[in-house]
């Protein structure tokens, strides 16, 4: 095998800023099938990527033994139904989060593509940022020493104007009861930064979510009504090593997309990871160390950014690259790796989940749920 088969489910405005530039960078990569159920999106989608084959079910590509990966772009509502059918059909699946909103679910799949032999990976688009895998690789050097403190946050400005429609997630959610929406909508891909560069297991977690702005325009009906949602929130986790981290999301804070900020502190080092549109960049990272504790800018090595990437292109294009390339590659290799797959989004929900927990009873909550690993 030398060549990558996707067929894309979705081809709305995400798969065309970031899934479909990122695969058509890839010289490894042919897109031989567009899927969406929306004629127009998918006439225009095709026509801008040059995308001959198209259809507006996805079960019509299931069965083609010549494409090798789905990849699920479409509204949260069909990934978990469209990724485990294309694990049973046999195919590679990407899919963008959350698989499913129940982490055990996620799992699941994960297990029943692992039996087949198959490889998964979720969009969690920050992981593959070259400032964070190249701040990865200074953590797995020793650069940090022993880890300390991880401070992540999710924070921009997309929502802050209530009159920016929005989708309604659950139209019958009791309107007293405030709803998880920005940790998992945005809060997951900084928690899975959080647990890469832990590296420990994850053991009790507690926390809390606000609704600061009670009444927003609502996508379907075009007019502002009661929506109790979390639109900002503060989390505190506790691992089997002496680390502890701190999670913070929130869309109605002001600041530039994608607004994800890292933080390791350790015994020997510390690095800071911006990925926040500034200055015409997109991402910096600054490191210090105990004998010189001034914080400098660092220059991102080539290795880390895909062929004729830069700081100063879009961040979604650019990051998306990567993930795509690093998904190929590790096809091409056979499957021995698979970072980012289904059972590490299993855990990035299962860790949701249970900040969702922990609120509602005002009180920590043990991790795993489901008891001891
Ligand atoms: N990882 C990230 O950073 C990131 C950023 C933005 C969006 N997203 C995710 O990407 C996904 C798509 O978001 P979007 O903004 O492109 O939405 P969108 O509404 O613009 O596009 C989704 C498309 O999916 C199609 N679709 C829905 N159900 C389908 C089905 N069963 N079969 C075929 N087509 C179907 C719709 O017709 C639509 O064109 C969402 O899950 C969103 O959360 C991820």
């Known amino acids: 095998m030398d060549k990558v088969r996707v067929a894309v489910v979705g081809a709305g405005r995400w798969a065309q800023r970031a899934h479909l530039p990122g695969w058509s960078r890839d010289p490894r990569v042919e897109v031989v099938a567009l899927v969406d159920s929306d004629r127009q999106v998918l006439g225009e989608a095709a026509r801008l990527f040059g995308v001959r084959r198209t259809a507006g079910d996805y079960r019509e590509v299931l069965d083609d033994p010549s494409i090798d990966v789905v990849d699920v772009v479409t509204a949260n509502t069909a990934h978990f139904e469209v990724s485990a059918a294309a694990i049973e059909a046999g195919k590679h699946v990407l899919c963008e989060k959350p698989v499913h909103r129940d982490y055990r679910e996620t799992k699941a799949l994960a297990d029943a593509a692992r039996a087949k032999g198959l490889l998964t990976k979720l969009g969690f688009t920050f992981r593959y940022a070259p400032a964070v895998r190249y701040a990865k690789s200074l953590v797995d050097a020793g650069f940090i020493g022993t880890p300390y403190v991880f401070n992540g946050f999710e924070q921009n400005s997309q929502w802050i104007d209530p009159a ?59 007019r502002s009504q009661r929506l109790n949602i979390d639109d900002g929130d503060m989390w505190i986790c506790e691992f089997d090593t002496d680390i502890i981290a701190s999670i913070q999301s929130s869309y109605v804070t002001v600041g530039n997309l994608p607004g994800i900020e890292a933080r390791l502190y350790g015994s020997e080092g510390a690095l800071i990871v911006r990925l926040v549109e500034e200055a015409g960049r997109c991402q910096t990272i600054r490191t210090a160390t105990k004998d010189d504790p001034e914080f400098v800018e660092r220059e991102i090595p080539a290795e880390f950014f895909p062929p004729g990437g830069s700081s100063t292109e879009d961040w979604d294009s650019l990051f998306y690259a990567n993930l795509c390339a690093d998904f190929t590659t590790e096809i091409l290799a056979g499957g021995g790796t698979n970072q980012g797959d289904f059972a590490q989004g299993a855990l990035v929900q299962e860790t949701i989940n249970a900040f969702e927990a922990s609120f509602r009873r005002r009180a920590w909550v043990d991790f795993p749920l489901g008891g001891a690993a």
């Open 164 to 222: 920016t429609p929005m989708r309604q997630v659950d139209p019958d959610a009791d309107p007293e009861v405030i709803a998880t929406s920005s940790i998992e909508g945005y809060g997951a891909p900084i928690i899975d930064i959080m647990h890469w560069w832990a590296g420990a297991r994850l053991t009790s977690v507690v926390g809390t979510m606000r609704n600061f702005l009670p009444e927003r325009v609502v996508r379907a009906t075009g």
